[in-house]
């Protein structure tokens, strides 16, 4: 028999399962209320344009190209909308300047096999995205905290990664609603970053999925367009700005893109040619005809309903959480982030939740590098109605509070 723990790589230690992954199985229960996937409503997918769009393609001239392989870069097409859009959002730049991956997912794993070698320090915020975690876990570095309302200094930063054996090689964030706490940062905040980043002379990579879903307040300029206009054009830039088009128009057709130099873009493309060669174009082409046609009005109609879930399941903490309990009031995105008092553990909350209220969401401390974090958990308002969402956040505090008292 194989023993083939012996066989692996010593990277494949650190590989560990998805916690949201797994709870997304409990969507299949009707009667669980679910605020644990971070996922849009499949109800508010333009699914009749992708119709269209799919049978334009396959039913004309251009059906051939579409279902052949194509250029690692990405469709020219859909490369031209999204440098458009990027331009919108005050970032100059054009197609040489954008590579269109499997999903944003895949473009954090080629940042990270780019730039990390075993030892080398990422800075990430406390907490952040797992699937973040876990895309650079797989090439050994170490974590270290990036908070960005400090005015920490470089040379810890330097210090420590040195003490380890490596060097700071990124700062990564998500800056506009980020997943988990919801939280966005101000523009004092950015700058401060990229001050740091400049210091370390490291990356910066800027996780962006969520940037198009505002509710309230008045945007603040991503890192990159704060970057351009420091540094005087794209090309002379540190930052990588990674998009989506998952929470916009669809998670289904695995699209997103990565902004940055072109001599960057030039080593991620060399890294997909090895990976997978291609984004499937016809995928591609699809998505540059719904996003011409219907990004602008179809985003506007998203924002309205999360909105007024975000506002409900704000509403219904607000009346059903025990003394103690604290959260984020995000201006958008799809996450809420609890606190709950000191001693109680999330994740055994689930289990308790699960069974005796059938609520689920996700435990805080996968979000943790480090494992802190037992007492913090994420809602997530996306595919939960206004009904569904004061019926849960009521089971919830209810649960909450025994336990809280249990605990005393």
Request: negative net charge; proline residues 5%; hydrophobic residues 40%.
């Amino acid at each position: 028999m194989t023993t083939w723990d012996s066989l692996y790589a010593r990277r494949a230690s650190r590989m560990r399962a998805s916690e949201i992954r797994e709870l997304l199985k409990l969507l299949d229960q009707p009667d669980v209320i679910s605020f644990a996937g971070g996922i849009p409503d499949p109800e508010l997918f333009p699914s009749e344009a992708f119709k269209n769009a799919y049978a334009d393609i396959l039913g004309g001239p251009e059906a051939a190209k579409a279902l052949q392989y194509g250029v690692s870069e990405g469709s020219l097409r859909l490369r031209r909308w999204i440098a458009g859009h990027m331009r919108g959002l005050g970032i100059d730049c054009g197609p040489e300047n954008i590579l269109v991956t499997s999903g944003s997912q895949q473009a954090l794993d080629y940042i990270g096999k780019l730039f990390l070698s075993a030892e080398d320090t990422a800075l990430v915020q406390w907490p952040t995205y797992l699937g973040a975690l876990q895309a650079f876990n797989a090439y050994e570095p170490r974590f270290e905290r990036l908070d960005p309302g400090a005015n920490r200094p470089a040379v810890d930063c330097e210090a420590k990664a040195h003490d380890a054996g490596g060097r700071v090689k990124f700062a990564y964030l998500s800056p506009d609603f980020a997943n988990p706490t919801g939280l966005t940062l101000d523009l004092e905040e950015r700058r401060r970053i990229l001050s740091l980043a400049g210091e370390l002379s490291c990356a910066v990579v800027e996780d962006a999925p969520y940037q198009c879903l505002r509710y309230e307040g008045d945007p603040v300029r991503p890192l990159l367009a704060l970057d351009c206009e420091t540094s005087g054009a794209i090309e002379n830039t540190r930052t990588l700005y990674c998009g989506s088009f998952s929470k916009s128009l669809s998670p289904g057709l695995r699209l997103g893109w990565v902004c940055a130099a072109s001599e960057v873009i030039s080593r991620l493309v060399l890294i997909k040619q090895a990976s997978d060669l291609n984004t499937p174009v016809l995928n591609q082409e699809a998505m540059a005809r719904v996003a011409e046609e219907h990004f602008e009005t179809h985003v506007a109609k998203t924002k309205a309903v999360y909105k007024a879930r975000r506002d409900a399941m704000l509403m219904a903490l607000e009346k059903h959480m025990p003394a103690g309990t604290r959260w984020t009031k995000p201006e958008g995105g799809m996450f809420i982030w609890v606190e709950l008092p000191d001693g109680i553990d999330a994740a055994e909350l689930l289990a308790t939740s699960v069974e005796a209220a059938r609520v689920a969401f996700v435990p805080g401390r996968a979000f943790h590098p480090d494992d802190s974090g037992a007492n913090t958990l994420r809602l997530s308002f996306s595919c939960a109605d206004v009904g569904k969402i004061e019926a849960g956040i009521a089971r919830l505090g209810k649960v909450i509070a025994r336990t809280v008292t249990s605990a005393l």
